[in-house]
T-cell receptor, first 111, second 110 residues
Framework: AQSVTQLGSHVSVSEGALVLLRCNYSSSVPPYLFWYVQYPNQGLQLLLKYTSAATLVKGINGFEAEFKKSETSFHLTKPSAHMSDAAEYFC?????????FGAGTRLFVKA | DADVTQTPRNRITKTGKRIMLECSQTKGHDRMYWYRQDPGLGLRLIYYSFDVKDINKGEISDGYSVSRQAQAKFSLSLESAIPNQTALYFCATADRDEQFFGPGTRLTVL
C-alpha cells in the first residue's frame, strides 16, 4: 500500500529565499506523483506532476520537483519565495485511480 | 463558471440532523470523489465513483452515504450528523490521474 510523508507541517521562509518542501513516499511500484497547492479558502489545484517522462518536473509559479527513485523522494523547490506563495502544499502519490494525500505543509513567507 | 461546484459553501447543523452536500461538474469526467480535510491529516477519501453505476467506499466511509444521480452530480449525505464530522469537505473529479477540486463545504456539527 502506498503511503506518503511530508516532513514539516509548517515551513517559514523569508521573501526571496529558497523554498524546500519535502515529500517521501513508499510504494513497491513507482506511482504517479503530484503536488497540489491550496490557497486560503480555496480548493486544491495542481502545481505539478511526475508521470515518468522526466525526473525533473516544472510546474506553475516557478516551482519544480525532482523525482529520486533511490530515495523515494519528490521534494518541491522554488529558488525565490514570493509572498503569494503562502499556502498549504500537498504531496500526492497516485496509482490505480486513487490518490493518497500527505498531511500537508503550510508555507509562510515573511516580508 | 467554475468547473466543479459545491453547495452549500458553509453549513452549521445540530447533532442527529440529516444533511446533504451536493457537487456538480461541467468537466465531463466519469470519476468523482468526496474527501474530508482535517487540520494535520490532509485529505481523506470518503467515497468515489467511476460512473453512475459504480460507487466505492473510501477509507472513512462510516457515517456517510453517497448518490450519483448523473455523470455530473455526486451528493454526499450524513444520515445523522455528529460533532466529529465537523470538517471541510471537498468534491473532486478526475481525468486520468489529475484531480480537479471544488471550492469546499465547511460543515460544523454542534
Amino acid at each position: 500500500a502506498q503511503s506518503v510523508t511530508q516532513l514539516g507541517s509548517h515551513v517559514s521562509v523569508s521573501e526571496g529565499a529558497l523554498v524546500l518542501l519535502r515529500c517521501n513516499y513508499s510504494s513497491s511500484v513507482p506511482p504517479y506523483l503530484f503536488w497540489y497547492v491550496q490557497y486560503p479558502n480555496q480548493g486544491l489545484q495542481l502545481l505539478l506532476k511526475y508521470t515518468s517522462a522526466a525526473t525533473l518536473v516544472k510546474g506553475i509559479n516557478g516551482f519544480e520537483a525532482e523525482f529520486k527513485k533511490s530515495e523515494t523522494s519528490f521534494h518541491l523547490t522554488k529558488p525565490s519565495a514570493h509572498m503569494s506563495d503562502a499556502a498549504e502544499y500537498f504531496c500526492a502519490p497516485t496509482g490505480g485511480f486513487k490518490t493518497i494525500f500527505g498531511a500537508g505543509t503550510r508555507l509562510f513567507v515573511k516580508a | 463558471d467554475a468547473d466543479v461546484t459545491q453547495t452549500p459553501r458553509n453549513r452549521i447543523t445540530k447533532t442527529g440532523k440529516r444533511i446533504m452536500l451536493e457537487c456538480s461538474q461541467t468537466k465531463g469526467h466519469d470519476r468523482m470523489y468526496w474527501y474530508r480535510q482535517d487540520p494535520g491529516l490532509g485529505l481523506r477519501l470518503i467515497y468515489y465513483s467511476f460512473d453512475v453505476k459504480d460507487i466505492n467506499k473510501g477509507e472513512i466511509s462510516d457515517g456517510y452515504s453517497v448518490s450519483r444521480q448523473a455523470q455530473a452530480k455526486f451528493s454526499l449525505s450524513l444520515e445523522s450528523a455528529i460533532p466529529n464530522q465537523t470538517a471541510l469537505y471537498f468534491c473532486a473529479t478526475a481525468d486520468r490521474d489529475e484531480q480537479f477540486f471544488g471550492p469546499g463545504t465547511r460543515l460544523t456539527v454542534l
